[in-house]
């Protein structure tokens, strides 16, 4: 597998390895759905990859809703450090987080914990249903390795006043499936529609019917025929409020590129101000 991936297999062979418990990675369960928020938890309950924590979308990785923010801002750095304490996680242990839905969820903290600084963090390639191993109920114990050392800022963030600046050779991808990005259907956000000058690639486009990361040389060819990609100075993704964005970022560097900026607030940020221009169609 890729840096950014692990098989579960692999996953299943590091967990079953002896010595310390330290030295076996931290695993996150971020199984979430967005209508209705306490249903991952009632999943992870019922049974989860053993020992893995679980990591709720609007309270573990992302701060309250303001009244100019979307609908998951970042969350606030000192939480964020003590949650990975709780979990026992610490610069030098392997954290791998998985979800049911290719990965929509889990990137988020994939691209958090990149944010804040770890460097060894991967996803379950296939998510839950790759997982071939029993499932458990236990709450896992970890003694707490202390607030993370988190240094808020080492991935790159597009800001609202940025996507509007369209002398910066920007190119900046959209997420979200086709129809909402078209503005023709929107089940969550009160207006529908896109950013003008933002392209679509729903994040379904990096797997394959499996549910599985397709290659690297797929996922290159594909983003190098995204119209000014190769050549733009800034790159950017977003969706409806920068969670399944990151699904695209970590595609982009299976694919060889630098990491893109998310674009945090999205959608769901945008249309605060009715000021913002809104685009509909393709």
Known sequence: MSGNLIGAMELAGELA??????????????????????????????????????????????SPVTSVSGRHPLPDAAQFAALLGSWGVTPERKVVVYDDAGGAIASRLWWLLRWAGHK??????????????????????????????????QMPVLESEEMGDSGQ????LDARDAARYRGEIEPIDPVAGHVPGVDNRPFQANLDERGRFIDADELQKSFAGIPGWAEAATRGCMCGSGVTACHNILAAEEAGYPPPALYVGSWSEWIRDPERPLATGS
């Open 17 to 62: 390895e002896g010595g310390s418990r330290v030295q076996k990675p931290v695993v996150v369960d971020c199984r979430f759905n967005l209508m209705e928020p306490g249903k991952g938890l009632e999943m992870w309950r019922e049974g989860h990859i053993p020992g893995a924590f679980y990591a709720h979308l609007d309270n573990d990785l992302a």
């Open 120 to 153: 060894r963090v991967v996803l379950l390639d296939g998510g839950l249903q790759a997982w071939q191993g029993d499932l458990s109920t236990d709450v896992p114990v970890v003694s707490s390795s202390g607030a993370y050392p988190v240094e808020p800022g």
């Open 169 to 172: 050779r920007l190119v900046v």
